[in-house]
């Protein structure tokens, strides 16, 4: 069974621009999961999309949001690109509320 | 936020178990222990997880106290690619609440 899947894996985007990043969960997995990580603040929780509504949301100023589509993929967005939103973004898959999460390889930010 | 306590850093030599200590003294009676692992710049990997039963898996084993207060994951052989930030957490399956990664173990084996 393949793993979650992210793209893209590495992205510099400018201050003030937007970004999109999209994630695959594994197979069957009905929810997905957000993450940020940074060197200072470690792995925070963004949000967490279930059949295609946000179930759970981190404490994220609103410039971070995202979505899930039918076949459960997910996708991310972040406006008003600032300095501070250079990080790793994980997303994560899980069946349902219950059991692991499966973590996706990540997409690497940078904001110059 | 993350409700435990891990030593910050931890060495271990090749070959010998890998022993990783881990305080959950507010743990309530639903929550799990779950442990992951991140190798630099990588997405974490699940290792193994347990409610009160001491649980074993191809990867490690977890020996979680009768208070269920503390856990310690054992790697029984840690091998160079065991380097990683190894995070313990603890989570209500049942209610769905978000994995609160804390600080973790860095743990480094060495040759």
């Known amino acids: 069974k393949a793993g979650v899947t992210q793209t893209p894996r590495y992205l510099i985007k400018t201050r003030g621009q937007q970004v999109t990043l999209s994630c695959s969960p594994i197979s069957g997995h009905r929810s997905v999961s957000w993450y940020q990580q940074t060197p200072g603040q470690g792995l925070q929780f963004l949000f967490e999309y279930f059949s295609e509504t946000q179930r759970n949301k981190g404490n994220f100023p609103g410039r971070f949001s995202g979505r899930q589509f039918s076949n459960s993929r997910s996708e991310m967005n972040v406006s008003t690109l600032e300095l501070g939103d250079s990080a790793l973004y994980l997303c994560?898959?899980?069946?349902?509320?219950?059991?692991?999460?499966?973590f996706g390889p990540g997409t690497r930010l940078t904001v110059l | 936020d993350a409700k435990t306590t891990q030593p910050p850093s931890m060495d271990c030599a090749e070959g010998r178990a890998a022993n990783l200590p881990c305080n959950h003294s507010t743990i309530s009676g639903n929550e799990y222990v779950y442990w992951y692992r991140q190798i630099h710049s990588q997405g974490p990997q699940y290792i193994i997880h347990g409610l009160k039963n001491n649980e074993t898996n191809e990867m490690a084993s977890l020996i979680i106290t009768e208070d269920r207060k503390s856990s310690t994951l054992i790697l029984p052989h840690a091998t160079l690619r065991d380097t990683a930030v190894y995070y313990c957490?603890?989570?209500?399956?049942?209610?769905?609440?978000?994995?609160?990664f804390g600080t973790g173990t860095s743990l480094t084996v060495i040759p």
């Open positions: 957490i603890v989570r209500d399956a049942n209610t769905g609440n978000q994995f609160y």
């Open positions: 994560a898959s899980r069946w349902d509320r219950g059991g692991e999460q499966f």
